[in-house]
């Protein structure tokens, strides 16, 4: 079965610093599809960047990347010029894609920005 | 483009009470899935419609939860009889499809069986 580990349950940077949120999941599929999800306190969870795991090139949206290491089983979230409204739940989840819909979650990771 | 809402966004009930949570989807999107996150834990995959038709239900805990969704618009997902154990953050997502598809996420209903 799949699973999705984030062993990092609390992380804190400092405003306008990188800050780098870890992801480990396992599975034997060769096709699949990681995200980064961010709920901010008591507010909706929204999609922060997806990656297909066919794709070699690491996926970027704006300040936030992704290291992806396919053959590790490894998918980081780099999050750049960290910014107060940054502070949130993240969420990294594993989608097997085809016709298995639901996603697999891990635990999440809780990320505080300091002024 | 409205997003993914859900009603209530609290409720504390009793347990051996019955509590129903409404997930209204993106509009225009044919799968809807529920997900719960215990405190602490995972979010959990709970089930997923196709249109009006359960694709899959293996993620639900038993036979106190029943999900329905009526003429493939919205979905209600009623607790009954409560447990503590039912605790938790219920969260509901829509996709317009299956394949390759993005499920964007409702803000969650906050659920406290005392």
């Known amino acids: 079965a799949q699973t999705v580990t984030q062993s990092q349950p609390e992380m804190s940077v400092q405003e306008a610093e990188t800050v780098t949120l870890s992801c480990t999941y396992d599975t034997s599929e060769s096709d699949y599809y990681l995200f980064w999800y961010k709920q901010p306190p008591s507010r909706q969870m929204i999609l922060v960047i997806r990656?297909?795991?066919?794709?070699?090139q690491n996926a970027t949206e704006n300040r936030f990347s992704v290291n992806f290491q396919k053959a590790a089983k490894s998918f980081s979230l780099k999050i750049s010029d960290s910014q107060l409204g940054d502070a949130a739940m993240y969420f990294c989840?594993?989608?097997?894609?085809?016709?298995?819909?639901?996603?697999?979650f891990g635990k999440g990771t809780k990320l505080s920005v300091k002024p | 483009e409205a997003g993914v809402t859900q009603f209530p966004s609290h409720s504390v009930i009793e347990k051996g009470q019955t509590v129903t949570l409404r997930c209204d989807p993106i509009?225009?999107?044919?799968?809807l899935y529920w997900y719960r996150r215990v405190m602490g834990k995972e979010i959990k995959f709970l089930l997923h419609f196709v249109k009006e038709s359960k694709q899959d239900e293996s993620g639900m805990p038993n036979n106190r939860f029943l999900a329905e969704r009526t003429g493939g618009t919205y979905s209600t997902l009623k607790v009954q009889p409560a447990e503590l154990e039912d605790s938790g953050v219920y969260f509901c997502a829509s996709s317009r499809q299956l394949y390759q598809e993005t499920q964007y996420f409702g803000p969650g209903t906050r659920l406290l069986v005392l």
């Open positions: 990656q297909e795991a066919y794709k070699q």
């Open positions: 509009s225009g999107h044919d799968n």
């Open positions: 989840a594993y989608w097997a894609g085809g016709s298995q819909g639901n996603l697999i």
